[in-house]
Antibody, heavy 119, light 110 residues
Framework: QVQLVESGGGVVQPGRSLRLSCAVS????????FHWVRQAPGKGLEWVAVISYDSSLQYYVDSVKGRFTIARDNSKNTLYLQMNRLRAEDTALYYCVKDSSYLDYFDYWGQGTQVTVSS | QSVLTQPPSVSAAPGQKVTISCSGT????????VSWYQHLPGAAPKLLIF???KRPSGIPDRFSGSKSGTSATLGITGLQTGDEADYYCATWDSRVSAVVFGGGTNLAVL
């Protein structure tokens, strides 16, 4: 049974940093790409970033480029999202999502971790 | 404003059929596979359709997908109250090197 469990969310002031983690089990982690997808309050789903199975490729939505970094540790079956210079508009529920292969479709989702950026 | 365009809401009576459209461009839907997700309140989104028209195991055949040119469509037949949710289309956009979602469609089963 594939499980994705996010952690690391919380309340943070604008301009500060936060690192999200996602522990993955029930699948050979190192074989797949993984994504972060977020949903702001009252808004739709927004894709944030993807990382390839071997970390050689990462892509980001324009609004987080230069501020967020997606990373993974295949020895720990864990996905990360380092979020720097946070803004109020980054407030959202952040989902860790498994790709079926690479840049294909999302076959498993975590339950999400809430990030609130507020002074 | 989302790259992919969906109607904000649709509604139909129980037992009826509904379709949800997703309109894009040649750099996204026109050249890549489309997937569809169901998002129930308080739950994680769930994959309904992948590669334009394929259903994962466990998804009933009441759900179907199709694609033509730069548009895709999700169809749901035999509507049930449990189908009330937000539905999203998604695909890769080769021009901007990003996954793009539709804005979501809220389905009401009246």
């Amino acid at each position: 049974q594939v499980q994705l469990v996010e952690s690391g969310g919380g309340v943070v002031q604008p301009g500060r940093s936060l690192r999200l983690s996602c522990a993955v089990s029930g699948v050979t982690f190192s074989r797949y790409a993984f994504h972060w997808v977020r949903q702001a309050p009252g808004k739709g789903l927004e894709w944030v970033a993807v990382i390839s199975y071997d970390s050689s490729l990462q892509y980001y939505v324009d609004s987080v480029k230069g501020r967020f970094t997606i990373a993974r540790d295949n020895s720990k079956n864990t996905l990360y999202l380092q979020m720097n210079r946070l803004r109020a508009e980054d407030t959202a529920l952040y989902y860790c999502v498994k790709d079926s292969s690479y840049l294909d479709y999302f076959d498993y989702w975590g339950q999400g971790t809430q990030v609130t950026v507020s002074s | 404003q989302s790259v992919l365009t969906q109607p904000p809401s649709v509604s139909a009576a129980p037992g009826q059929k509904v379709t949800i459209s997703c309109s894009g461009t040649s750099s996204n839907i026109g050249s890549n596979f489309v997937s569809w997700y169901q998002h129930l309140p308080g739950a994680a989104p769930k994959l309904l359709i992948f590669d334009n028209n394929k259903r994962p195991s466990g998804i009933p055949d009441r759900f179907s997908g199709s694609k033509s040119g730069t548009s895709a469509t999700l169809g749901i037949t035999g509507l049930q109250t449990g189908d009330e949710a937000d539905y999203y289309c998604a695909t890769w956009d080769s021009r901007v090197s990003a996954v793009v979602f539709g804005g979501g469609t809220n389905l009401a089963v009246l």
